[in-house]
């Protein structure tokens, strides 16, 4: 039996994405076999984004700076926003260097099952920003699920009438795929083959 501060780092590694009882409990044993070397440096890294991480108040970007790197950057095209349900989608589609352009970051997708409504996400500040004007393309990158293509023409909806296109990432994304699961190849040409909504 491990003592309790051991059972307890692994209960809440086995809460992290993707690590289950098991791998979080071979990521602890791996932790401390290598405890002089590697535990220090994660416990640097964990305090320093537990201190320094901000949310941008432009985009939804999570950084250490606010506004985030990407809104500040000059090289930036102005005119073009990819709209994204989450930070994981955003960091895919920027990982992948083939949008130019700024993000939004929704914090989710409109789900009545879990009664997620227009106002619980950031839809009112994306329409704010496009109001403001200098954008002629909306990008709306949503998940290939029932509930982000809901988003997706919700917010397609909310744009109607605005003096810019709203296109839509091509279907060529797997049903039911999350952005962050998918490789280079197939965001490449999701970006290629967008077009307009409706």
Known sequence: M??????TLTAALSRLPGLGPRSARR???WLIKRR???????LDALGAVHERLLECTTCGNVDTADPCGICTDPRRDQRALCV?????????LDRARLFTGRYHVLGGRLSALDGVRPED??????????EQGGIDEVVLAMNATLEGQTTAHYIAERL????????????????????DYLDEGTLAQA???RRPMG
Do not use: F, N, Y
């Open 2 to 7: 491990a003592s309790q501060e051991i059972e």
């Open 84 to 92: 994204v349900e989450d930070v994981a989608d955003l960091w895919a």
């Open 121 to 130: 996400l950031a839809i009112a500040p994306l329409l704010a920003r496009v």
């Open 191 to 193: 970006l290629r083959a």
């Open 160 to 179: 109607e009438g605005m003096p810019l296109r709203v296109t839509q990432l091509a279907h060529g994304l797997p049903v039911g795929g999350e952005l």
């Open 36 to 42: 002089d070397a590697a535990l220090p440096q994660l």
């Open 27 to 29: 990521a602890v044993l």
